[in-house]
């Protein structure tokens, strides 16, 4: 999805689809799949939800880095650079 192949939603989707609410790592994805499904109840835009899936998916990338004690392959490095960079224009910027 931070590289541009899926749209925010098809990430939630196939996260949710695939580990459902079971595994705490994505979690966090799942639940926003569920707020895709009731935007017409709530008070929340698409756009919100994106963007908050967009840092999610940001969050995940920067663990896996971390995890890993480096940046991971060239695609990873690539990845993280562009969500540096980048800012969420639904959420405050906490790089601080």
Same mark, same amino acid.
């Given at each position: 999805? +931070?590289? /541009?192949? +899926?749209? @925010?939603?098809? =990430?939630?989707?196939?996260?949710?689809?695939?580990?459902? #609410?079971?595994?705490? =790592? %994505?979690?966090?994805?799942?639940? !926003? &799949? &569920?707020?895709?499904?009731? !935007?017409?109840? /709530?008070?929340? %835009?698409? &756009?919100?939800?994106?963007?908050?899936?967009?840092?999610?998916?940001?969050?995940?990338? /920067?663990?896996?880095?971390?995890? %890993? /004690?480096?940046?991971?392959? #060239?695609? %990873?490095?690539? =990845?993280? $650079?562009?969500?540096?960079?980048? $800012?969420? @224009?639904?959420? @405050? &910027?906490?790089?601080?």
């Amino acid at each position: 999805m +931070l590289a /541009g192949d +899926l749209k @925010p939603w098809e =990430l939630t989707f196939r996260i949710h689809q695939r580990y459902g #609410h079971e595994l705490s =790592l %994505t979690e966090r994805l799942a639940e !926003l &799949d &569920d707020e895709y499904g009731i !935007l017409e109840y /709530g008070d929340r %835009t698409v &756009d919100q939800v994106d963007a908050e899936v967009t840092a999610e998916a940001r969050r995940l990338a /920067g663990a896996v880095a971390r995890a %890993t /004690g480096h940046g991971g392959n #060239h695609r %990873t490095r690539v =990845l993280l $650079t562009r969500a540096k960079n980048a $800012t969420a @224009p639904h959420l @405050p &910027d906490r790089r601080r």
